[in-house]
């Protein structure tokens, strides 16, 4: 198995837009999407804009029907599990912990980098 979370999310990405199913291909796209316009956002707020602005409308209402999703299932005991989950990944060797999942945008950035999208 992959110990780190950025691996693993990039090889579950990967697998999910190598798949033959359509929607598999959409899942992995739009997953890879968001985490870049996270990162973008965090680093550049008016950039983030204007690249939110070029894309579909549908993927847009698709992320925010699942932040409306995950609203719902908020604990307010979310920080210590976050904490707590983040003492235990870097325990593995992830020394940033719950950071680590941002990583995985510097291996799709290298990735999608030599690749044409489907």
Not at 46 to 70: P, Q, S
Not at 88 to 93: E, I
Request: include cysteine.
């Amino acid at each position: 198995g992959y110990a780190a979370e950025n691996e693993a999310n990039f090889i579950g990405c990967l697998a999910a837009i190598n798949h033959d199913d359509v929607y598999f291909k959409y899942s992995g796209y739009t997953f890879a999407l968001r985490f870049c316009l996270n990162e973008i956002y965090r680093r550049d707020e008016v950039l983030f804009d204007t690249i939110t602005k070029t894309v579909h409308k549908g993927i847009l209402k698709n992320y925010e029907e699942m932040r409306t999703f995950w609203e719902g299932y908020k604990n307010p005991a979310e920080p210590i599990f976050k904490k707590t989950y983040s003492s235990y990944l870097k325990a593995n060797k992830q020394a940033k912990g719950m950071e680590s999942y941002s990583y995985v945008v510097a291996l799709f950035v290298n990735y999608f980098e030599t690749k044409t999208l489907e």
